[in-house]
């Protein structure tokens, strides 16, 4: 039933372009100049380390999208390994990051632009509004169409990330890479913690799961194409950053501009700044997809307001959803205009919450995954980098401890009743019956 059930209208290529939009942002062009500052040379360790990490991440999320294909993603994963108390508490972090960050990643973009053309900081925030709202109605009008626009800024921004690399291999001397360990391995640790945060968005792609044509083949292989693809990009561009030293006299927000003003001259400058719009513009619409399915399938199983369980009757797509996220980044961009906060301060602490996210995702999938699944051992991995990472992320880490504080005292209020003899069976019953579900929708993915 269209009321009911998600349109399943994805295949491999299309999960691809959705899993590299939805994590790369405009960071792209500053941070493997950021990385070469912090740890110099050695930080090329860093973005090496933390691209197996990348893939380990994408497989472990896959392999359990294909065994649990639910449009919870995570918060689905959780429920199935530790039951409903670390749910909530997952749901709770999402619900309070995800709103407040992805309005960031399109100021951030904007920025780019209001900077280039001397604009009021006023100005950042329309545009930033334009790119939420646009993505919003696109993702209403079905993934099938918004993907195909996707893939088109994809590849665009692909081809220009390629381009650039290219054009500064010619000026790589082998001096560069010289002393190789400027700043002592600490350095690099900070380095592979402000690498982290380039490949937060991999869990928005498992909540799409549901609208995979197979989401047993095609979610793990799109998954782990895209941390290919990504890692690809992001350490030809952090080699040519090291290799030219650009990064050591490039000013302003995007020294890669410096390696495309060499070939292009004056218009370098706009192309950047658009470049930058382009990859906000794909990462925020990949999280807008991604998180509106989790408001879809919490609702549906009567964990938010039923009535964002609604889906339109011929796209098939949950909008009220989208235009409860909408309302969201309305009052986001409001508060913005009112305080002018620092952005960097303001995405740091939800962005401590993926890191506590995809620790316990990863230890989710760790237990659902059978003996000797490559998922399971790749989210052995993503449990370990997790753990060597959040000590980095402190203060910032307070934010989802308060996040949980706040979440278990509104919560408490409407915790369930201690069973009655009279219903014991249905409490025993329901879980069966979920498993139940979730059974028959993987024997139909896999088309027995």
């Known amino acids: 039933m269209p009321d009911t059930e998600l349109h399943r209208t994805l295949r491999t290529a299309d999960g691809t372009v959705m899993a590299v939009g939805s994590v790369l942002g405009p960071s792209v062009l500053v941070l493997p100049a950021l990385t070469a500052r912090t740890a110099g040379p050695a930080s090329l360790v860093a973005w090496g380390g933390m691209s197996v990490f990348a893939l380990a991440l994408a497989l472990a999320l896959g392999r359990a999208g294909a065994r649990i294909p639910h449009a919870g993603g995570i918060v689905a994963y959780a429920q199935a390994a530790f039951g409903p108390r670390l749910t909530v508490l997952t749901g709770w972090w999402l619900l309070a990051s995800v709103p407040f960050a992805v309005p960031v990643i399109a100021l951030v973009g904007a920025n780019y632009i209001t900077a280039y053309y001397g604009l009021s900081p006023r100005w950042a925030g329309a545009l930033a509004a334009v790119l939420l709202f646009a993505s919003c109605a696109l993702n209403a009008r079905g993934l099938r169409l918004s993907g195909r626009v996707q893939a088109w800024i994809v590849a665009l921004i692909g081809a220009v990330l390629v381009g650039v690399s290219f054009l500064g291999l010619n000026r790589v001397e082998a001096g560069r890479f010289e002393p190789f360990l400027p700043h002592g391995w600490s350095a690099v640790g900070t380095a592979a913690l402000l690498i982290f945060w380039s490949y937060i968005g991999f869990e928005m792609v498992v909540h799409l799961a549901e609208e995979f044509q197979h989401p047993s083949r095609d979610l793990p292989l799109s998954m782990g194409l895209a941390a290919v693809v990504l890692s690809l990009l992001y350490c030809l561009s952090a080699v040519v950053m090291v290799g030219t030293g650009v990064y050591t006299d490039a000013s302003g927000l995007a020294p890669a501009s410096v390696l495309a003003g060499d ?145 278990a005292v509104i919560t408490r209020g409407a915790a369930t009743p201690a069973p009655t003899p009279d219903s014991d069976a249905a409490s025993v019953d329901e879980p069966t019956q979920q498993r139940g579900d979730t059974d028959d929708r993987i024997t139909r993915d896999r088309g027995v």
């Open 263 to 407: 070939a292009l001259g004056s218009v370098a400058g706009a192309l950047t700044a658009l470049f930058a719009l382009c990859c906000s513009f794909v990462a925020v619409h990949t999280n807008i997809a991604g998180f509106s399915r989790l408001l879809y399938a919490r609702a549906r199983d009567g964990n938010l307001p039923r009535s964002l369980a609604r889906l339109h009757p011929q796209h098939g797509t949950p909008t009220r959803a989208l235009v409860w996220l909408a309302t969201a980044f309305a009052a986001v961009l409001l508060g913005v205009a009112i305080t002018d906060p620092d952005l960097e301060a303001l995405i740091a602490w939800p962005s401590a919450t993926f890191v506590v996210v995809y620790l316990v995702g990863a230890a989710a999938v760790f237990k659902i995954l059978p003996a000797g699944d490559v998922g399971r051992i790749a989210a052995a991995l993503t449990v370990l980098v997790c753990l060597a990472i959040l000590p980095f992320s402190w203060p910032a880490v307070l934010y989802p401890v308060g996040v949980a504080a706040l979440g």
